[in-house]
């Protein structure tokens, strides 16, 4: 029983963080942000995988998300990201970055 207490007692200690002293961390790599303000003559077209490949393009966004009504999303935020709104007939209603 004994054994089983200073196991579990030793395998937590391996999960508490270690504070860095006299060291700064590494910056994080710059990510390409979205700007999907040169996109506003596509509102009204009908979305395509040709027409992704242009807003992907144009807007420097490194992924893009088609957003129908009614499509669950998640809330986290991606400056990298082009969300495209879609009404139910598949035409882009607008564009943000997140």
Do not use: H
Request: aromatic fraction near 4%; hydrophobic fraction near 40%.
């Amino acid at each position: 029983m004994k054994i089983v207490l200073v196991a579990a007692l030793l395998g937590s200690a391996a999960c508490t963080p270690v504070e860095m002293r006299g060291e700064t961390p590494a910056a994080a790599p710059t990510e390409t942000a979205c700007n999907a303000d040169s996109l506003g003559d596509l509102v009204g077209k009908r979305a395509s995988d040709a027409r992704a490949d242009v807003m992907q393009t144009r807007s420097g966004a490194r992924t893009l998300r088609w957003i129908a009504p009614n499509t669950a999303t998640t809330k986290d935020f991606r400056v990298d990201r082009l969300n495209v709104y879609v009404d139910a007939k598949g035409r882009i209603e607008r564009f943000t970055c997140a």
